[in-house]
């Protein structure tokens, strides 16, 4: 579980997304707990997506738990449902339980 504070925007999602990376490689599931973010940026929506495409890829569990700020940029950015979210750090730690791996 990745938790993430404060703000998301242009000058540290690359941090994230780095951080991400290296630590998918090691990991069969994933879980962004953004619930407590202050702000995203647009920017951050195209990372998140970005991250859950590479985690389906490479098949591997994937959700993020969103907070207000990250709900309000899913209403304008993902109206259509598409990154993998759970409302509550307990719901995606019982997901990632379920999820089998097939590598």
């Known amino acids: 579980m990745i938790s993430v504070e404060g703000e998301l925007d242009?000058?540290?999602?690359g941090d994230l997304a780095d951080y991400v990376q290296r630590c998918a490689y090691y990991?069969?599931?994933l879980v962004?707990?953004?619930s407590t973010l202050d702000f995203i940026g647009t920017v951050g929506f195209s990372t998140?997506?970005?991250?859950?495409?590479?985690?389906?890829?490479?098949?591997?569990?994937?959700?993020?738990?969103?907070?207000?700020?990250?709900?309000r940029l899913l209403r304008i950015c993902d109206p259509d449902n598409m990154l993998p979210?759970?409302?509550?750090?307990?719901?995606?730690?019982?997901?990632?339980?379920?999820?089998?791996?097939?590598?």
């Open 48 to 71: 998140l997506k970005t991250i859950a495409d590479r985690c389906a890829e490479d098949r591997i569990y994937c959700t993020t738990v969103p907070g207000a700020a990250v709900a």
């Open 10 to 13: 242009a000058s540290n999602v």
């Open 32 to 34: 962004l707990d953004l």
């Open 85 to 103: 979210t759970t409302p509550s750090r307990a719901d995606a730690l019982a997901g990632a339980q379920v999820f089998r791996p097939v590598r």
């Open 27 to 29: 990991c069969d599931w």
